[in-house]
């Protein structure tokens, strides 16, 4: 009978994607038992994510692992590189030599968790899911001892191939400082104090208040018969996005304050953004519109409009010194022969 390959879970010994799927479900095995989902939903890297599925069907290639796919190492031997003392296995290299299990209760203690010997990755993995940590908290936790488990690794493959041996302090603040990085890029709205993040994790982070809207200041100035507006617009740190300068219609600085309204409505509708805004003097007549002058009640109407298109908007007074930028800007634009707008 002539050799062929067959597919041992088929009677016909044909392969079939359904039966393979079936397999992967199966809940006869521990393996298969293993809550592959949990690895594939951490906040952590890609490569981080492989190296944790590795670990969890023991693939990683440890000395014990390499043996028995038929790899010799002579006089190297096949010894924990931490303690020479038994085989490297993944459940010892990884939990259980002396020098590691050191490493992971100094990680453990940042976090206020006592630490316990681990099984192997399935023990581990089921510890870190129910630690009594929620929200956020359990987040940032598992993803510190995802890169903690992580950490391991190349300091291993340090000390076998380039015979570096890591001091215990240096594993522990690489481990910290892949773990901040990666929260970081992970939780923007997310504030971790630094020093506090050294000695207690678990307490070093809060959630940054970010004022979404942004700020236009406005001002109206008149000079011999010529009048000019302008407006400023600030993010919520205070960095200028966008201005507009340049001469108005009217004849006198109240005017042309308004006037300065309804242009920085026009270019916030242009933009597209949403945010507050700050008026000058004008600020009684948008608190009491029977305080409005006749001879503006057109434009009012006309603000009013593009107000009702923007949704939030309030007007606040703002001292001149407090708004030198659309002061100077004012003065620039009556000089100007048309208006001038720019954002970015």
């Keep these: 009978m002539e050799d062929r390959l067959i597919w041992i879970h088929d009677k016909q010994g044909e392969f079939s994607v359904r039966k393979l799927s079936e397999l992967l479900i199966c809940a006869e095995t521990a393996i298969f038992r293993f809550a592959f989902d949990r690895i594939w939903n951490l906040k952590v890297p890609p490569k981080l994510k492989s190296f944790l599925w590795m670990v969890s069907i023991d693939r990683i290639p440890t000395k014990e692992f390499l043996g028995k796919s038929g790899v010799k190492f002579g006089q190297l031997g096949n010894g924990c590189p931490w303690c020479q003392?038994?085989?490297e296995s993944l459940e010892h290299f990884l939990f259980n030599c002396n020098f590691i299990a050191g490493f992971w209760r100094n990680i453990l203690e940042l976090w206020e968790v006592k630490w316990r010997p681990f099984v192997d990755f399935s023990d581990f993995f089921f510890f870190c899911n129910n630690v009594l940590y929620k929200g956020v908290v359990k987040s940032l936790w598992l993803i510190s001892m995802s890169v903690a488990c992580w950490s391991v690794w190349p300091a291993r493959?340090?000390?076998?191939?380039e015979k570096r041996w890591p001091k215990m302090s240096n594993l522990v603040f690489l481990t910290?400082?892949?773990?901040?990085?990666?929260?970081?890029?992970?939780?923007?709205?997310?504030?971790?104090d630094e020093k506090i993040w050294w000695v207690c994790p678990v307490r070093s982070w809060s959630v940054v208040v970010r004022n979404s809207g942004v700020k236009f200041n406005m001002s109206g100035m008149e000079s011999e018969g010529d009048a000019g507006c302008c407006g400023v617009l600030r993010n919520s740190k205070g960095v200028v996005r966008a201005v507009f300068s340049?001469?108005?219609?009217?004849?006198?600085s109240s005017a042309a304050e308004v006037g300065a309204?309804?242009?920085a409505l026009e270019v916030f509708i242009e933009m597209g953004w949403k945010g507050s805004f700050g008026s000058s003097d004008v600020f009684c007549w948008f608190e009491n519109k029977c305080s409005r002058p006749w001879s503006l009640?057109?434009?009012?109407?006309d603000i009013e409009s593009r107000v009702s298109i923007?949704?939030?908007?309030?007007?606040s007074r703002v001292d001149k010194h407090g708004n030198a930028m659309a002061f100077a800007l004012a003065a620039a634009g009556l000089k100007r022969q048309k208006m001038f707008k720019a954002w970015w």
């Excluded at 009640?297 to 109407?301: E, L, P, R």
């Excluded at 923007?310 to 007007?315: A, D, L, Q, R, T």
């Design 157 to 161: 493959n340090e000390l076998v191939f």
């Design 310 to 315: 923007i949704g939030n908007v309030s007007f």
């Design 297 to 301: 009640v057109s434009i009012f109407k």
């Design 85 to 87: 003392r038994e085989m």
């Design 176 to 192: 910290k400082i892949r773990a901040l990085m990666w929260i970081r890029a992970v939780y923007d709205e997310l504030e971790v």
């Design 246 to 252: 340049g001469p108005c219609a009217a004849r006198e």
């Design 261 to 263: 309204v309804c242009l």
